[in-house]
């Protein structure tokens, strides 16, 4: 037992620190993580034998549950909201026709049985979300035409169509399923899938609001549960398990939580740790020994699927939306395959469906083609089209985007006619819990003194307590388009509602505090003070 625990406390140090060089060196860290477990692996340098498929694919869908949930918890859905439409396309009829090109061009290669030809497809047809994510956020890579949250959304919702297809595709080999069947088995994978996770949504919405847990931790464990149930529940029913544990996320991950900032950070270390143990566990299940007999399908397969088949789906389904070409040609290059392709391989693997090829190990190799090339080519891809806005911050389409700054900054102008003009700072009576910190006179800095006497012209520089960290106070972004109601309105004209307030406006890269007088213009981004309840 020490033996044991003294292993995996290793393997988890070594994982942590290879998180690290990944994403300093921009390298994905689904490759990282599954070079280590081929370095403790049988064909490895430790040779810690292992090949038990079947309990590697209990634990990965276990850990998937968590991927899947926090990845609808992690997005920001008015972010996301204007490329909606083409991200569920994406990741739906997307996910099919990619596989079914796939599809194809196995049959022509392969030469094996439509039915497998077509679940290898399924098997690599959605996109990973955790290689998809590490390399837009630790590469900080702003995207334009909300192109950031167009990826994360599709490639965050995709597997669950992605494991539909392969559980049909297997249903097929194994008994030869109907039409009939598989119609039945569609309906209630989408509509048990959805059903199930919109009731156990509203429901944990209507504990975690009503509900005050009276020891520190436990909301968290109580929404750990809450992702459980939302993969059991429907999948016991014949649904999508996966389907309902993201849209639960996504409804709890966009409503105003009591301690949510506690419940991002869990669920972020949570699901790191998750990727670290599927990673590093699908790389020790791989015997390196048996890749050269399909690594040259395998080559073919990738480069097809990256150059042809992805780029075909992202053609067919994003021209009629008009997006433009640079923006198609960054999609289609970062549709990475990763830990969902491989965890389905090896359901295909371990099902009493009798397939003819080594799925597990020809999906292994295309995953580490995809994650190696198109991963590590994504940031210079960007740039060479020109997708990079540096006016925007890409962390804002992710909801664990959060200022953990416990202070903050005023900065006014001292007037003549202001009440503090001519008066040393000792005789001024700041708000609680604020001091003077830089004072700007004549192009100087000057750290103020109590003796300090205020002057016509002077900037002061006053710091604070947060606002972010007072319980009951809940910051949105809205952006005012030309055809809004508000636009062209006074700040008086605006009905927000009597829970909520403008605060603040950026306008053309100045600030702005409102007053009834105000105008609302344009491309403005409003600062909205949401009060919450308590």
């Not at 989408?190 to 009276?214: C, E, H, P, T």
């Amino acid at each position: 037992m020490p033996q044991f625990l003294l292993l995996s406390a290793a393997i988890i140090l070594v994982c942590v620190l290879g998180n690290k060089i990944s994403s300093r060196f921009g390298v994905p860290m689904l490759l990282v993580f599954i070079l280590l477990g081929m370095f403790f692996g049988s064909d490895g340098v430790v040779k810690i034998r292992f090949d038990n498929y079947a309990f590697a694919e209990q634990v990965c869908s276990i850990a998937l549950i968590f991927i899947m949930f926090y990845g609808g918890f992690g997005t920001n859905w008015r972010e996301a909201r204007p490329v909606a439409a083409q991200a569920i396309l994406l990741s739906t009829v997307g996910v099919a026709l990619t596989a079914a090109v796939t599809g194809l061009f196995c049959r022509l290669l392969l030469r094996l049985g439509w039915a497998e030809c077509f679940l290898i497809g399924s098997v690599i047809s959605s996109t990973d979300a955790a290689s998809v994510f590490s390399i837009i956020r630790s590469r900080r890579l702003n995207l334009r035409a909300h192109t950031a949250s167009l990826l994360e959304v599709e490639s965050g919702s995709n597997d669950p169509f992605a494991y539909m297809l392969t559980t049909i595709c297997l249903s097929v080999i194994h008994g030869g399923a109907g039409g009939g069947e598989i119609a039945c088995m569609l309906f209630a994978q989408i509509v048990y899938g959805l059903a199930f996770g919109l009731v156990i949504a509203l429901a944990a919405l209507w504990v975690l609001r009503r509900f005050r847990f009276i020891t520190a931790g436990f909301d968290a464990i109580f929404v750990l549960a809450v992702a459980l149930l939302a993969y059991a529940a429907p999948a016991v029913a014949g649904g999508n398990g996966y389907l309902s544990a993201y849209i639960v996320g996504l409804a709890l991950g966009n409503r105003p939580l009591k301690n949510k900032a506690a419940l991002v950070h869990f669920f972020d270390g949570l699901t790191g740790l998750m990727q670290m143990l599927i990673f590093f566990l699908l790389g020790l299940l791989a015997f390196p020994s048996q890749m050269p007999r399909v690594v040259l399908p395998a080559l073919a397969i990738a480069v097809f699927l990256t150059l042809v088949a992805r780029s075909l789906a992202v053609a067919v389904l994003l021209t009629p939306f008009r997006c433009f070409w640079r923006q198609q040609g960054l999609v289609a290059w970062a549709g990475l395959r990763g830990a969902s392709s491989i965890v389905f391989a090896i359901t295909a693997t371990i099902h009493p469906a009798v397939v003819e090829s080594d799925i597990f190990h020809m999906v292994f190799c295309i995953v580490l083609f995809s994650i190696l090339v198109q991963g590590s080519l994504i940031p210079l891809t960007a740039r060479k089209l020109n997708m990079i806005d540096e006016t925007t911050n890409v962390m804002k389409t992710f909801n664990d985007y959060t200022e953990e700054v416990p202070i903050q900054f005023i900065r006014f102008a001292i007037r003549a006619d202001h009440p503090w003009t001519g008066k040393p700072l000792r005789e001024i009576l700041l708000p609680p819990d604020t001091l003077a910190v830089l004072l700007l006179r004549g192009g100087e800095r000057q750290i103020p003194r109590g003796s300090t006497v205020l002057e016509d012209g002077d900037v002061m520089i006053l710091s604070a307590k947060a606002i972010g960290a007072l319980e009951g106070v809940h910051l949105t972004e809205l952006t005012i388009g030309g055809e809004h109601d508000w636009a062209g309105k006074t700040v008086a004209e605006i009905d927000t509602g009597p829970n909520r307030l403008i605060i603040m406006i950026q306008r053309q890269g100045r600030i702005v505090i409102p007053h009834g007088v105000t105008a609302i213009q344009d491309g403005d981004l409003l600062v909205i003070h949401e009060a919450t309840e308590t």
